[in-house]
């Protein structure tokens, strides 16, 4: 009786420490999620305050750009008008590479409207500029929307041929975000296809040191 007393005494101490770290460290989680939500605000004021400031139109574009992709998660409705108006400058000044990036924002922000058909369209009109002036990052950077727009309809074999793509290219310009981007979901999709064993070595490479060359 008494070993029954105190195990219940034991088992009742550790699901009050297991307890207590879980509401730890939903706490923590709720204040990172509180700072980097402050954090992106502070930029998107920011790069608000500079739109109203600067004259050149290519810089426009490209704060127009950065505002809808910081935007884009919390409303991608407003995203999208950024990269249009990113876009439509681009044309009239004939900047491509403005052109490209405003296109993959815009496919960005309607791939989390969940329109991922205008999603796909965009990212393969930005991918044609990308080739034309030879914008590997801007390439690499597409296919990984492709891949995702793939992965959030189920699309699963044909999201990992586009993660393979934008990793290549990674690889090929030693571009280190590029190349986390795509072995993390390299990761994600091989196990939503039930390959453990892929998914665990993709996985382990993101987290692996790597060097620049």
Do not use: W
């Amino acid at each position: 009786m008494a070993k029954n007393i105190l195990q219940r005494f034991r088992d009742k101490k550790y699901n009050m420490i297991t307890n207590n770290l879980k509401i730890g460290l939903t706490l923590i989680l709720i204040m990172i999620g509180f700072i980097i939500n402050a954090q992106n605000q502070r930029k998107i004021d920011s790069l608000l305050q500079t739109l109203k400031l600067i004259n050149g139109d290519s810089l426009k574009v490209i704060i127009l750009n950065e505002l809808a992709y910081e935007i884009k998660d919390r409303d991608p409705l407003i995203a999208v008008k950024y990269s249009k108006n990113g876009l439509e400058l681009s044309k009239i000044n004939k900047f491509k590479r403005g052109e490209a990036i405003s296109l993959k924002e815009m496919g960005g922000a309607y791939a989390v409207l969940g329109n991922f058909k205008a999603a796909i369209d965009c990212f393969f009109k930005s991918i044609e500029i990308c080739q034309k002036i030879n914008y590997k990052s801007g390439i690499a950077e597409n296919y990984v929307g492709l891949g995702d727009a793939c992965y959030n309809q189920k699309n699963f074999i044909e999201a990992k041929s586009y993660f393979k793509k934008s990793l290549q290219i990674g690889e090929e310009i030693n571009d280190n975000t590029i190349i986390a981007f795509s072995l993390c979901n390299l990761g994600f999709v091989n196990h939503a296809i039930n390959e453990n064993k892929l998914a665990l070595y993709y996985l382990q490479r993101n987290y692996s040191p790597r060097k620049n060359k």
